[in-house]
């Protein structure tokens, strides 16, 4: 399926906020409400004017049908070394199983090699099964444990 | 010990620089030559007129003693909430064993609760082998297997 990446506007919110919704761990902590909660816009904003940050969504015929998060970090480490994470990556339970999560991804892996970085760096939830050996297939190594504190 | 965070300036980078190289792992790909390679010096201008950067560190009787980056990042998921990632954690060899580390994370984890972050979260190289006990102390969970691709 020939898709089209780009940075997402305020009115793909709505679509971006139903993949995160529409997932095991996404529908315990996300609210996709008409009108949208007002923090998600408020993130939006803060996202679209940093640079480095981009939430980036994929077209298919005019629809979206899969989004990621992708942050540039500069850093000291690795002689100044800047690096790529990618966070929140979806692809529309309509759409899945044709390959949409793997181009998406490889855009990103492009994404970051335009920037320069020397990696990119993800952590999977580890209840996601299937998400280790997707990223494995990508070229991935679990080579860092994440470890996370949840302050609320 | 009593310590003092503060950001980091352009003065305190070769003191940065010989911590992150002084490691088994940074002893491989860090350049603690003096002058410091230009590379240090343009990553330290891009994170200090980041507002979502903030290179930290910890002194002592006027000397530096410990460093580590903190990066907040804006997100759509989590209702439009804030994570803080912690990087390049070091304490100075002299000065190891005396909860320098430990002072160095809480400060970290009070910052992130400033700046509203519903998580602080880190990836430690699996080679590490005590780092997964000491931030399992700190309360961080091993909830999310990170994963690196390296590009360079």
Same mark, same amino acid.
């Given at each position: ?11 793909? /919110? ?7 919704a529409?997932?095991? /761990?996404?529908?315990t ?6 009108p ?10 803060e ?7 981009? /939430?980036?969504?994929a ?6 049908v899969?989004?990621?998060q ?10 100044g ?21 793997k181009q ?14 020397f990696?990119?760096?993800l952590t ?9 050996r ?11 444990p ?7």
């Open positions: 399926m020939p898709l089209k990446f780009r940075q997402a506007t305020r009115e793909d /919110l709505p679509a971006i906020v139903r993949m995160l529409d997932d095991f /761990l996404g529908a902590r996300e609210r996709n409400e008409n949208l909660p007002e923090s998600y816009v408020k993130a939006f904003g996202i679209e004017t940093d640079k480095n940050n981009e /939430l980036i969504v077209e298919a015929n005019g629809e979206i899969g989004t990621l992708i942050t540039f970090t500069p850093s000291i480490s690795f002689q070394g800047k690096r790529a994470t990618v966070e929140s990556v979806r692809v529309d339970d309509k759409y899945r199983g044709q390959g949409i999560g998406l991804m490889q855009w990103a892996i492009n994404r970051a090699r335009e920037e320069n970085c990696a990119v760096q999977t939830n580890s209840e996601r099964a299937d998400a280790h997707f990223y494995e297939e990508l070229g991935f190594k679990g080579s860092h994440g470890m996370k504190l949840y302050l609320k």
